[in-house]
């Protein structure tokens, strides 16, 4: 595999997005576990995305313009609603215990979360057709186009699992009223505006 892809994804990786505030927002409300599987989400996302750059339907999507408006407004939606979230707790600053739920049901849903984070961003799709072909050959095997598209999901879920063990270790700081209300507040202007970002987006 070129050095050159790695150093491009790992590059794109390591700038905060969508998925990277939503991983350490649910890493610092509800703890280590919800916050693995927002990543463990946000990976499967982007497999999916990826295979789908790869198979030729992602290209599909993105040139039938009303299906790639749509899937950009669902996304633009769901980031909204979470920032909206985050912005309303912020403002209320009221932060007693967290509502009882069982861990497994907690897990589904923060991978639930994370899942529709990354799935509903065609932003997605438009980088994986334009960064596969500058690598793999046109008449290369799936399998080789495969090899490439998943290795941004696996670096990109590593990195988030690091970001998840961090959160994790400055959770006790991170919770504190003050400075939970400023995270709130700041996590929830991120994403209303990776909202308005993505409204803004074209194939």
């Not at 070129?2 to 505030?21: E, I, Q, R, T």
């Not at 939606?77 to 967290?98: D, K, M």
Request: overall charge positive; charged content about 10%.
């Amino acid at each position: 595999m070129s050095g050159a892809f790695l150093l491009v994804v790992v590059a794109v990786v390591a700038v905060p997005g969508a998925d990277f505030v939503v991983t350490l927002r649910n890493t610092v409300v509800n703890g280590r576990g919800r916050g693995v599987a927002t990543a463990l989400g946000i990976g499967a996302a982007s497999l999916i995305q990826g295979t789908l750059a790869s198979i030729g339907v992602g290209a599909l999507i993105v040139r039938s313009q009303p299906l790639f408006t749509a899937l950009r407004w669902v996304g633009l939606a769901y980031l909204c609603y979470l920032g909206a979230q985050a912005l309303w707790s912020a403002w209320r600053g009221e932060y007693g215990p967290p509502p009882a739920t069982s861990p497994a049901r907690g897990r589904v849903r923060s991978f639930r979360e994370g899942f529709l984070t990354n799935i509903t961003n065609p932003k997605m799709l438009v980088f994986y057709l334009s960064l596969l072909p500058q690598f793999v050959g046109a008449h290369a095997a799936v399998g080789a186009w495969l090899v490439y598209a998943w290795t941004l999901p696996a670096i990109g879920t590593a990195w988030l699992l690091v970001v998840v063990l961090l959160g994790s270790a400055l959770r006790e700081k991170l919770l504190q009223p003050t400075v939970r209300r400023i995270t709130d507040a700041v996590s929830g202007l991120a994403l209303v505006g990776f909202g308005a970002r993505l409204a803004l987006q074209r194939p």
